[in-house]
């Protein structure tokens, strides 16, 4: 029992945090860094915090993770960081060639107040960015929100900086897919290309912490959506955002700033969800949907219907981003699973009231904590037991604890693999998605069955 000290009641805490279920901005906005190409993400604060951060999503996605730091000292923090940027700026374009550097901040930089704008132009003027290349910002204190605001806010830095019109609306539609995997970026990619709709997805990780293994490293792998491509987003017909809390922020400031109209939709998980998107696409871009999205529609509706059994109310509790759980919870209650733990670690009203309204005709009491932590979570476990969990890797231990059957999904995943690889968006990610809860719903039955019951056809 790893996590004996757990105790079964529950007392209000205020001040305490265990095992929280999120982590600090700085991480989303480096990840949502990566998904521009040539781009070298740079954390403006002290060193401890980038070397974090490029093991975590290291440890994640199992490839190299670039990125630079302005390594304040004791005297940077009490002075100002302004002399460490500026250096590294001249030393980044000097030894690293990249076309971008995305600037974001820590909780040091921000505490001082640091104001990066001022530093970048101070750079321009020293003659510090090579013409063509450019430094762009967004301020993440990580007191605030988790990494998935993080995310948010660099997403936003990219319109804030690039987006641009000259005034002829183009067919091209935007999407901004959210802090989703880079398999699910290619997946977006290849759904919006069966519809033959022309699109610019950002961020886009995908062939970047999924690339291939070529004998030879690349600093600057082949992925990542392009400069062109990132101005090009103000003249698009419209813009589809996926997930509001990663993807809302930069709808809307393209909307104010080059007057894109913009869709907010859920993260395409499940029937539902998926649904939607697809709809979404087709009215916005004014194309029909082919057969062959109809037919991985099919396939998923074939599974649900097929396997049902097996799903009907199932106990289910969840840990991970707000847009994943609730598009999550959609489709387990679609398919007549009750999810009855619920818990983000990022801070947010609206996801209590979404997640409620989805839960609402569970005939079973539902907790729901957004700001929540894995210590509560594995309370409402040990007063109300569940036959799956779904979360990152450190709820591995719960799942021992309690011997409770465990999908990995969100972040981090650290001790599998899989998730860089196959989506759990679109239809085939739900195909993806039922086989796994079968798998680990199956797999218990087996060992739990007594001989006589052990059944050769499920
Ligand atoms: S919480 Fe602050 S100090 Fe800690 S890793 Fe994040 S940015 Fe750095």
């Not at 970047?208 to 600093?219: A, D, I, S, Y």
């Amino acid at each position: 029992m790893l996590l004996r000290h757990t105790p079964k009641e529950i007392t209000e805490r205020s001040a305490l945090t265990i095992n929280p279920a999120k982590t600090c901005q700085p991480i989303g906005a480096m990840y949502a860094a990566l998904g521009i190409n040539r781009c070298l993400p740079h954390s403006h604060g002290s060193q401890g915090c980038c070397a974090y951060h490029r093991s975590a999503l290291t440890r994640h996605y199992k490839e190299p993770v670039m990125a630079s730091t302005s390594s304040f000292t004791e005297g940077a923090s009490v002075f100002g960081g302004q002399a460490n940027l500026i250096q590294a700026i001249d030393t980044i374009f000097t030894v690293y060639d990249p076309d971008v550097i995305a600037v974001h901040t820590t909780c040091l930089s921000e505490t001082i107040g640091d104001d990066i704008p001022q530093i970048a132009r101070k750079a321009e003027a020293e003659g510090k960015i090579p013409k063509g290349k450019f430094v762009i910002h967004a301020n993440t204190p990580s007191y605030v929100g988790s990494h998935v605001t993080g995310f948010a806010n660099m997403t936003k830095a990219m319109v804030n900086y690039f987006s641009a019109s000259n005034g002829k609306r183009s067919e091209q539609i935007n999407i901004i897919p959210g802090y989703v995997e880079p398999a699910d970026m290619e997946e977006i990619r290849r759904i919006a290309g069966q519809l033959g709709i022309r699109t610019v997805i950002f961020p886009d990780t995908s062939n970047v912490l999924n690339r291939p293994q070529t004998g030879k490293f690349e600093m600057y792998p082949k992925g990542g959506v392009t400069v062109r491509a990132l101005v090009s987003t103000g003249d698009s017909k419209a813009t589809v955002a996926l997930g509001s809390t990663a993807s809302w922020p930069a709808a809307r400031a393209l909307d104010v700033k080059c007057n894109v109209h913009c869709e907010l939709l859920e993260l395409p998980i499940g029937l539902t969800a998926t649904d939607s998107f697809i709809d979404t696409l087709r009215t916005v871009a004014g194309v029909s949907v082919p057969d062959s999205i109809n037919i991985e529609r099919g396939r998923l509706l074939d599974i649900i219907t097929d396997m049902h059994q097996y799903f009907y109310h199932k106990k289910v509790g969840l840990v991970g981003d707000p847009d994943q759980l609730v598009s999550l919870t959609e489709f387990l209650v679609s398919i007549d699973m009750w999810p009855i733990h619920i818990v983000t670690g990022s801070p947010g009203k609206a996801f209590d009231t979404k997640i409620r309204e989805i839960t609402r005709e569970i005939p079973h009491p539902v907790n729901i904590k957004a700001g929540g932590d894995m210590f509560l979570f594995h309370q409402w476990i040990k007063n109300d037991p569940v036959d799956l969990m779904m979360g990152n890797t450190y709820l591995k231990y719960i799942a021992r604890d309690e011997d409770i059957p465990f999908i990995r999904c969100g972040f981090p995943i650290l001790d599998r693999i899989g998730h860089s690889y196959f989506p759990t968006v679109g239809y085939m990610g739900g195909i993806r998605l039922l086989e796994k809860i079968l798998d680990a719903l199956l797999d218990r039955k087996d060992r739990d069955s007594p001989e006589e019951s052990f059944e050769l056809v499920m």
